[in-house]
Structure formats: structure tokens, C-alpha cells
């Protein structure tokens, strides 16, 4: 593990608040997939893809797929029952990761540069730990690795509602009962430690985000097995066996940035420290009075330390090509 370095801010576009990128519904094995695109502005870009977190969706990638769109052709997807994907028939990390890694042989656009965010960084350790011929890079933001005292989550609270058999039905009440201006500004409060970095068209996006969900019949059930089956991951993480996740991220072989955010409130933070220091070649970037999206609230921040990342591998790449 390294620290993480950062492009000069020079190399960035200049800051605007660009709408949320074209999406488009493609039929993948029978299930219909949710995908935005962010075209390329350079004439060299590299394909990436961006994964979200529990609870997000494609739009979360906005800004900082636009900032990074000189280097990378991005596609942002809507993992299976959240955005506009149709639900799917498993909510587990292997069966999330078998879906990215599918959408990648399908798009035919592999190795991508791999991004993602809580829920979806566990995902993408799993697609690099298994696939590595898919994944040229890898940038993890606020990664939701195990950790075992949910004490240090917001979401930990919600652990006693896994055991009720009616779960989903009264995480659906309870998403009822909110309207969706109330519901928004609760997740930018979780999910972000400074709620002023966030610009009005973000907070009215978000709203109609919320609106989507309330639209969806399987969101809840989505939700409340996504969670399970993320929390039984952890569990299984610190049993004897092949299921682990940090095992997993030891064989991560791709170039790896990992963000942090120091006020984070969803996953403990010495979360991402851990995970830099498991996979073998990586950067650490924490960032002091940041939350849990880095991508949407400091995305500049984010961008220059993507930038170095690619700037860092490409110089590799032509030093082994030079020596052999």
C-alpha cells in the first residue's frame, strides 16, 4: 500500500453540474438492465464502468464520470432491482458480481477500468478477484468490506429487521410513509458529512430518484435481501472457507485506488485502510470531512486521484514494454 497521489487540478475540465448522462434499457439473459453512458471527449479513452452502492443507482457517477471523460468511455449500470433494472433472482454479492462481470462480456468493451461505491466496491473486488482479464484498474470508494461492529454504521440498526419474517412488507410501509423531499434529505444526511457540497439540481434529482423507487414494487425486497446478503457476506468472511471477501481481495491483481471518507457513517472507517493494506498493489486517498460517496460529494478530489492512478499505470506499462 501507497499513499494515493493527485493529478493537478489543471487537468480537469471546468466545473459545471452536468444532467444526469443518457441511460438506455438493454435485454441481458431475458432481464432488462439499466445502463448510462458518458461519451468519451478524448480520442484515446479507455472503457470504465461504474457499479453503485446499496440503496443507489447509475446516477450516483454523474459528475465524476463526466470529469474523467478525456480518459475513459464510461458506462454506469443499475445493478439488478435498483434505478430501472428489473429485479433479479438473487441478491448476493456473487450473483451482483456475476452480473457486472456479464454485462462486461456482453458490452464487449473488456478490461474496463472498474469503479465502485460501498455495496458496489465489494461487488468489484469480487469481479477483479475472480476476472481479472476484465479489469485493467480498480477505484473502490468507501468500499463495504467486512467489519463486524455494526455499531459503527448507521445501517446497523437496521440489523434486528432481517430477523422478522415480514421484513420487506414493513420496509415498504415505512418507505410510504416518508414523502420522497423528506426520504432524499435523510440519505444525502447518511450518506454525505458535508449536505452544502451538494448543489439543488443534485437534491432534485435525488428526489426523483426516490420517487422511482416508490414506483417499483420490488424495491423493498430488493433492499431488504441486498442488505442480507451483504451482512451474511461479512459473517462468512471471518468463517474458515473459501467465501471470503478479504481472501478475495488478496488476489486482486489490478492497479487499485482505494477512497475513504473519514466521516463516514456507513461503513467503519478503517475500512478502506484495511482494504489498501490487503490488496497488493494499491493507493490509500482519506479524505477529512468527507462521508460515505466521495464521487458525489468532493468528485474533483476523486477525479485527480483517478487521473494519477491512470497516469502511474500507463507510465508502468511503457517502462515493461521498454525493458522487454
Not at 88 to 114: C, K, M, N, Q
Not at 138 to 154: E, G, I, N, Q
Request: proline letters at 8%.
Amino acid at each position: 500500500m501507497k499513499r494515493a497521489s493527485l493529478c493537478p487540478e489543471s487537468r480537469l475540465p471546468d466545473h459545471q453540474v452536468p444532467p444526469p448522462w443518457p441511460g438506455r434499457a438493454v435485454r441481458l439473459d431475458g432481464v432488462v438492465t439499466y445502463v448510462r453512458d458518458t461519451p468519451a471527449t478524448g480520442p484515446d479513452a479507455e472503457p470504465a464502468l461504474y457499479v453503485h452502492g446499496l440503496g443507489g443507482s447509475s446516477q450516483n457517477w454523474t459528475d465524476l464520470a463526466g470529469l474523467l471523460a478525456d480518459r475513459l468511455d464510461g458506462q454506469a449500470i443499475d445493478l439488478p432491482g435498483f434505478g430501472r433494472s428489473e429485479p433479479g433472482r438473487r441478491y448476493t454479492i456473487p450473483s451482483f458480481a456475476e452480473r457486472v462481470a456479464r454485462w462486461i462480456e456482453h458490452s464487449d468493451r473488456g478490461p474496463v477500468h472498474l469503479f465502485g461505491n460501498s455495496l458496489g466496491g465489494a461487488i468489484c473486488v469480487q469481479v477483479a478477484g475472480l476476472r481479472p482479464d476484465l479489469v485493467r484498474t480498480l477505484t473502490l470508494v468507501s468500499p463495504a468490506l467486512p467489519f463486524l461492529d455494526f455499531r459503527r454504521s448507521l445501517q446497523g440498526r437496521m440489523l434486528p429487521l432481517l430477523a422478522l419474517p415480514g421484513a420487506e412488507r414493513l420496509a415498504a410501509r415505512h418507505l410510504t410513509q416518508l414523502a420522497p423531499e423528506v426520504m432524499a434529505q435523510q440519505v444525502l444526511e447518511a450518506c454525505v458529512a458535508d449536505v452544502s457540497r451538494i448543489c439543488e439540481q443534485r437534491r432534485q434529482e435525488a428526489v426523483a430518484e426516490i420517487l422511482v423507487r416508490y414506483q417499483a414494487e420490488h424495491y423493498a425486497a430488493a433492499y431488504v435481501r441486498t442488505f442480507r446478503g451483504l451482512v451474511s457476506s461479512f459473517l462468512r468472511s471471518y468463517l474458515p472457507g473459501p467465501g471470503s471477501m478479504w481472501r478475495l481481495a488478496r488476489a486482486v491483481r489490478a492497479p487499485t485506488l482505494v477512497v475513504g471518507g473519514r466521516q463516514d457513517r456507513l461503513v467503519d472507517v478503517r475500512v478502506a485502510p484495511q482494504t489498501a493494506r490487503v490488496i497488493p498493489d494499491s493507493r490509500l486517498l482519506m479524505l477529512d470531512g468527507v462521508g460515505h460517496v466521495a464521487q458525489l460529494e468532493v468528485p474533483r478530489l476523486v477525479a485527480r486521484a483517478v487521473l494519477a492512478l491512470l497516469a502511474e499505470t500507463e507510465e508502468s506499462a511503457r517502462r515493461s514494454d521498454l525493458a522487454g
